[in-house]
């Protein structure tokens, strides 16, 4: 069984940064992602990584500003955030799958079988 655990939320002004942490544990995930859901609206694909070949998926609404990377010695994942705006306030989760999908796909919240319970990342103007 996986479980995840994040870490590293909090208020940040807009232009800040903020690196969020995800403790996994258990094996056998395919792939991780971070998802974010802002209040009124639906869960939306952050970021993706496959654990086999590391390769890395963004939404467009993040490019440029936010970078997925995993550290395999001590299985976590991370999500480190630069540039932050108003905009990307809401609630931060981590995600694993063990599917086999297409690499368009791992955005898609509807392949992740594994979930935590979420960080709060408020952007203040």
């Known amino acids: 069984q996986v479980q995840l655990m994040e870490s590293g939320g909090g208020s940040v002004q807009a232009g800040g940064s903020l690196r969020l942490s995800c403790a996994a544990s258990g094996y056998g995930y395919r792939f991780m992602g971070w998802f974010r859901q802002a209040p009124g609206k639906e869960r939306e694909g952050v970021a993706s990584?496959?654990?086999?070949?590391?390769?890395?998926y963004s939404a467009n609404s993040v490019k440029g500003r936010f970078t997925i990377s995993r550290d395999n010695t001590v299985n976590t994942l991370y999500l480190q955030m630069n540039n932050v705006k108003p905009e990307d306030t809401a609630i931060y989760y981590c995600?694993?799958?063990?599917?086999?999908?297409?690499?368009?796909?791992?955005?898609?919240?509807?392949?992740?079988?594994?979930w935590g319970q979420g960080t709060q990342v408020t952007v203040s103007s």
């Open positions: 990584i496959f654990t086999t070949t590391g390769a890395t």
């Open positions: 995600a694993a799958g063990d599917m086999i999908i297409a690499n368009q796909n791992s955005l898609k919240a509807t392949y992740y079988r594994f």
